[in-house]
């Protein structure tokens, strides 16, 4: 699953930062950027919430699975992880 995302920064170490039950990632626009200066700062919307598909199969296993394509997609071996 393609899932949508904005990138801040092009420096540092990468940091995925994702939202809670209902969010999308606008909620993080601000800190996003902010978090900029010093790392390479992914927010992404996570299936089912935000611009990311919808899609009927849900639970934190495909969840797990979406982001580790999410990592693969980018080219991202190691990153923190806001959650």
Do not use: C
């Amino acid at each position: 699953m393609e899932l949508n995302y904005k990138k801040y920064g092009a420096a540092g170490d990468h940091l995925i930062i994702l939202h809670g039950l209902f969010g999308m990632l606008d909620n993080w626009h601000t800190i996003g950027g902010k978090l900029a200066e010093k790392y390479q700062v992914w927010l992404v919307d996570q299936r089912n919430h935000g611009k990311s598909p919808h899609s009927d199969d849900f639970n934190y296993e495909i969840l797990a699975d979406d982001l580790k394509h999410f990592f693969e997609k980018h080219n991202i071996e190691k990153a923190n992880v806001i959650v």
